[in-house]
C-alpha cells in the first residue's frame, strides 16, 4: 500500500465513524485529502481501533514525518557553539522549527486542563499538531491516565496548572510526550503567573531526571491562546531552566528551547545568545 492509498483507506476507515453525523466534503487532491483525515483525527473522541486501521495509520503518519525531514537532538548546535557564554551553554540548544520533526526523549506539550488534546479541526496550536503525528494512540492514553485521576480525585478532576503527565510518543520520534497546563494570563501578568510558569519547566525537567529522559525540548509554554507576555515568557524559561541545572549539572544531556516564530526566535537569541556575551 503507497501513501496515496494508506490516505484514503484512512479517510474511509475514519470516516466512518461519523456517517450519519457529518457530511463529508467530496475531496479530489492530495492537500484536501490530508487536511480532511486530520480533521477527523482531531474531532475523534478517544478510543480503541481495529490493529489493522492503527497499523496503516501508523505506517501513514511515519512516512509523514519522514517526508518533513526528522531532526535529531544531538545534530544542533548548543549555544556555546553558536558563541554564547552562558552557564551550562553546552547543554542548550535553540531551534526554530516543527515539534513534530525532532527525535529527542521528549517533547512538551502546551495541554488544556481536560489533558486530551485540540479538538478544533485543522487549528495550528501545537496541541492539535502533536496529536495529529502521534495518532489517535495517544489521545486515548491521555484519557486513561485522566479515568484514573478522577477515580481517586472525583469526576469534575482537570489536570492542575504545572503539574506534568507523561505519555508514549507513539508515531512521532520523540519517544514520549510531556504535557503540561501552563498559567492563562487574564488582563495584567501577576507574581503568581510567573510562579507557575516557572513550575511548568521545572517540574518538567524533574519528571524527566525520575524517568531518566536526558534530553527535551521545551515549546514556548503559555504564549499562544493562553496569552502570556512573550518576552517575559522567554526571561523565565532560560532563567528557571539553567538554575534547576545549577542544581543537576548532569542530569541532562540536552535541553532545547523550540520556538516557530521568528519573534520568539529573537526573544531567546537575546536571552541565550546576546546577553550571554555581553
Known sequence: MNQEERLDYLIDAFGQEVQGKLRLPETGDTYEKRRLLRSLMNIRMPGRMSNEVLSVQDSYLKERIR???????????????????????DRISLWQGDITTIEADAIVNAANAQMLGCFVPMHACIDNCIHTFAGIQLRLECAEQMKKLRMQSGEDY????????????????????????????????????????ENCYRRTLDLCKANDLRSVVFCCISTGVFCFPNNRAAEIAVKTVTAWMDEYPEAMDRIIFNVFKDQDKKLYEKELLLKAVE
Open 67 to 89: 517526508e518533513n525531514g526528522v531532526v535529531r537532538w544531538n545534530e544542533l548546535p548548543s549555544v556555546k557553539e553558536q558563541g554564547s557564554t552562558l552557564i551550562h551553554g
Open 158 to 197: 482537570e489536570q492542575p496548572t504545572a503539574v506534568p503527565m507523561l505519555t508514549e510518543g507513539y508515531n512521532l520520534p520523540a519517544h514520549h510526550v510531556i504535557h503540561i497546563v501552563g498559567p492563562i494570563v487574564s488582563g495584567s501578568l501577576t507574581r503568581k503567573d510567573e510562579t507557575d510558569l
